[in-house]
């Protein structure tokens, strides 16, 4: 045998491994060895996608259309998206200026790809989904990580954003309702935020994923709906995975001002071309067909949360802020002593429970529990983990 060179190129060396990989494996090899595990790791809904959406999924399957389509989705998808912004959003995007792709994390791929470059800097507060800073990298762009605290509910203040903006910032990525924190910022903030960004020139990516999964009377408004400036500066990142729990269908959507989404067209026509055609035709029902589902997931979310967060909060050594989006909850332990991954795999060994340490999303003093599991569930796993602090806090 030769002696091989498996020279790996500098954007994949450059990726940071997945922190939460080594808990996750070994939670699951834990149930496997048939040890009662209480997971608070789901990134997804645990609900099914509603029927009528798999239904049209299976009849354009039965009907034959199985091959492929434009790059970026059927003119039938892109118009009833285009649609939904003007109907929730009050925002005028053409069909054209939609893009369907292979997921929202894949739409956020594509939206960084397309518009950053070697030089720039893109501005990521922290915590932080995981995935946006390793994208910034592949696309050979800097992450610039801007830290907030649960004294703020985890908001960037517009002082902090403009702190942070250089000549070479490009994009800003603002995710509210947030993973992994939960908060929301009010239309106020929003606009704040989004008038910095005109001022300065720099280019917003919205990840609005998020949008329908509020509680408390939260409101939120898409940040490209303040003013025609808001617009041009904003592309907006949107997804069939949590509000219709399509997680596994990899159906996604960017819309953004026609140069960009030109852009990416080109970029997914040489890339992953179509997201799948039958699942587009699922995507087009859960669009267009009742949504009498949300109200539903939401009075369960919401049920969860408040109990989660109670007692959260009446646990010693943590403390949580009331998180009013998405379906996340973020205790800063800090006063237990421990740093996240620390707190987690002991959390794991002493008493069964996988969390996510926040560590992999910028916050060391912090764990992400999802509460898209069963209440059974939630009382269990918070039960064994205020067992834990208690051995923790004195
Ligand atoms: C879940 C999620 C997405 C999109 O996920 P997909 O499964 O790729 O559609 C995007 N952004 C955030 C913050 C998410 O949590």
């Known amino acids: 045998m030769e002696d091989m060179n498996y020279k790996i190129s500098q954007r994949a060396a450059s990726l940071s491994p997945s922190l939460t990989l080594a808990i996750d494996s070994k939670a699951k090899a834990m149930k496997a060895e048939g040890l009662d595990v209480v997971g608070f790791g789901a990134g997804e809904p645990d609900f099914d996608t509603p029927q009528h959406i798999k239904d049209a999924c299976a009849k ?18 892109r118009s009833a998206i285009a649609d939904k912004h003007k109907r929730e959003n009050g925002l005028t995007y053409k069909p054209s200026q939609v893009i369907v792709s292979c997921g929202g994390k894949h739409s956020c791929f594509n939206v960084i790809f397309a518009t950053c470059e070697e030089g720039d800097e893109v501005i990521i507060p922290a915590p932080y989904w995981l995935s946006y800073p390793e994208m910034v990298k592949m696309a050979g762009a800097r992450p610039v990580i801007v830290e907030t605290t649960d004294k703020t509910e985890f908001k960037l203040t517009p002082d902090a954003l403009r702190a942070a903006i250089t000549p070479r910032t490009r994009l800003f990525v603002l995710n509210s309702p947030s993973n992994p924190t939960g908060s929301v910022y009010t239309p106020a903030e929003l606009k704040a935020l989004g008038d910095i960004c005109v001022e300065k020139n720099v280019l917003i990516m919205s990840d609005e994923i998020y949008e329908h999964l509020l509680y408390d009377g939260a409101t939120t408004k898409s940040v490209a709906s303040f003013s025609p400036a808001h617009f041009e500066h904003t592309i907006i990142v949107h997804g069939f995975a949590k509000a219709w729990s399509m997680t596994g269908w990899r159906l996604g959507w960017c819309a953004a001002p026609e140069p960009i989404a030109k852009a990416i067209d080109a970029v997914q026509s040489h890339s992953t071309s179509n997201p799948t055609s039958f699942a587009q035709k699922g995507a087009v029902a859960a669009l267009t067909g009742p949504q009498d ?80 599991t069963s209440m059974a569930n939630i009382e269990k796993g918070l039960d064994r983990i205020e067992n834990f602090c208690k051995t923790l806090v004195k």
Not at 318 to 336: D, E, M, Q, R, W
Not at 352 to 360: D, E, T
């Open 293 to 372: 589902h949300l109200p539903i997931w939401l009075a369960e979310f919401d049920k969860r949360r408040k109990f989660a967060w109670a007692k959260l909060n009446a646990t010693p050594g943590l403390s949580c802020v009331n998180a009013k989006g998405a379906f996340y909850l973020f205790p800063n332990i800090s006063k237990t002593g421990l740093k996240s991954t620390e707190f987690c795999a002991k959390l794991l060994e002493a008493e069964k429970v996988a969390a996510v340490p926040g560590i992999a999303f910028g916050a060391d003093d912090y764990i992400r529990l999802s509460y898209a």
């Open 60 to 77: 354009a399957l039965a009907a034959g259309f199985t091959k492929y389509t434009p790059a970026a989705g059927i003119p039938e998808l």
